[in-house]
């Protein structure tokens, strides 16, 4: 079993910053990718940011610039910094990685319950 938990969403006005943290845990053998997704109202779920087990990153060209992405591969964490953030950011952010699991051969995609971030003044 595998579990990813998000922390750190909230409501923020435009132009200020919110840290967004994942951690994965269960039986874990290895991780590979992990990442951001979000889904604002009546959208489909959009990639954010990813990153892989080298630290090599792609940003959606909304979010360059503004937002930063992390992994903490000792603890099985992945971070989202975002600055600058705008009302068109609000959405529900998702944590997703790629994880082989000790019972498993096969890697397969994981996601968090999502956390709720909201740009308004």
């Known amino acids: 079993q595998v579990q990813l938990v998000e922390s750190g969403g909230g409501l923020v006005q435009p132009g200020g910053s919110l840290s967004l943290s994942c951690a994965a845990s269960g039986s874990i053998f290895s991780i590979d990718t992990m990442g951001w997704y979000r889904q604002a109202p009546g959208k489909q779920r959009e990639l954010v940011a990813v990153i892989n087990t080298g630290g090599s990153t792609v940003y959606a060209d909304s979010v360059k610039g503004r937002f930063t992405i992390s992994r903490d591969s000792a603890k099985n964490t992945v971070g989202l910094q975002m600055n600058s953030l705008k009302p068109e950011d609000t959405a529900v952010y998702y944590c997703?990685?790629?994880?082989?699991?000790?019972?498993?051969?096969?890697?397969?995609?994981?996601w968090g319950q999502g956390t709720q971030v909201t740009v308004a003044s």
């Open positions: 997703n990685a790629v994880i082989r699991t000790h019972w498993a051969t096969q890697w397969r995609s994981y």
